[in-house]
């Protein structure tokens, strides 16, 4: 499975667009770049995906570089509720290998 | 409507009970998927199952049993378990995949089942 690297922890202030990077660099031609997010003592919240092109919902946009090596995630506007662990993962067939991912911490 | 539907939420059992985890989805999702949490880790995928028959089994030991009843529910049965199995069990659902085309179907998680042995 292609790894993904991410800072361990960010702050963010509240009311303010949050961006979580990630790296993932031996990504292959056919494979996705998921994100979700963990609140705590919560199931995982699926959040966005891509392949190659910009992706945008009513929860995040994605933006993957044209190399496709990483990935940011962007929350427009942050809440106290957005406070998780969001992990990126590059996806292989049925199995989603979930990293240490990103503690994010907003601040009001 | 992404809802899978588990339970019970909490579920503290002895090393010699037998106790089963449900899960249920009403998505028309024909992959199903179970995952394990330990406290300050990440899930790890257990089993996966496609058109209710056992697809991937990630080496988990016999003492987790799963079972298909039909395309909407997905159960664990749970026998001789040690302390070490005490962790948050996720239940997971998606359409089907066929291996090497399948990564955009999105996976939905439920709430979990926190399991304590004693």
């Known amino acids: 499975d292609a790894k993904t690297t991410q800072p361990p922890s960010m702050d963010c202030a509240e009311g303010r667009a949050a961006n979580l990077p990630c790296n993932h660099s031996?990504?292959?031609?056919?494979?996705?770049v998921y994100w979700y997010r963990q609140i705590h003592s919560q199931g995982p919240q699926y959040i966005i995906h891509?392949?190659?092109n910009n992706e945008t919902n009513e929860m995040a946009s994605l933006i993957i570089t044209e190399d496709r090596k990483s990935s940011t995630l962007i929350l427009p506007h942050a809440t106290l509720r957005d406070t998780a662990v969001y992990y990126c993962?590059?996806?292989?067939?049925?199995?989603?290998?979930f990293g240490a991912g990103t503690t994010v911490t907003v601040r009001a | 409507d992404t809802e899978v539907t588990q339970t019970p939420k909490h579920l503290v059992m002895g090393m010699t009970n037998k106790k089963s985890l449900k899960c249920e989805q009403h998505?028309?999702?024909?992959?199903m998927y179970w995952y394990k949490q330990k406290a300050k880790k990440p899930p790890e995928l257990m089993f996966v199952?496609?058109?209710?028959?056992?697809?991937i089994n990630e080496s988990v030991p016999s003492r987790f049993s799963p079972e298909c009843p039909n395309s909407s529910l997905l159960n664990l049965h749970l026998h001789a378990l040690q302390p070490e199995d005490s962790a948050l069990y996720l239940c997971?659902?998606?359409?089907?995949?066929?291996?090497?085309?399948?990564?955009?179907?999105?996976?939905?998680f439920g709430e979990g089942s926190w399991l304590t042995v004693v």
């Open positions: 998505m028309g999702h024909r992959a």
């Open positions: 997971a659902s998606s359409h089907d995949y066929s291996l090497g085309r399948f990564s955009g179907n999105t996976i939905y």
């Open positions: 031996t990504i292959s031609g056919n494979e996705y």
């Open positions: 891509g392949l190659k």
């Open positions: 199952y496609s058109y209710e028959k056992l697809s």
């Open positions: 993962i590059v996806r292989t067939d049925y199995k989603l290998s």
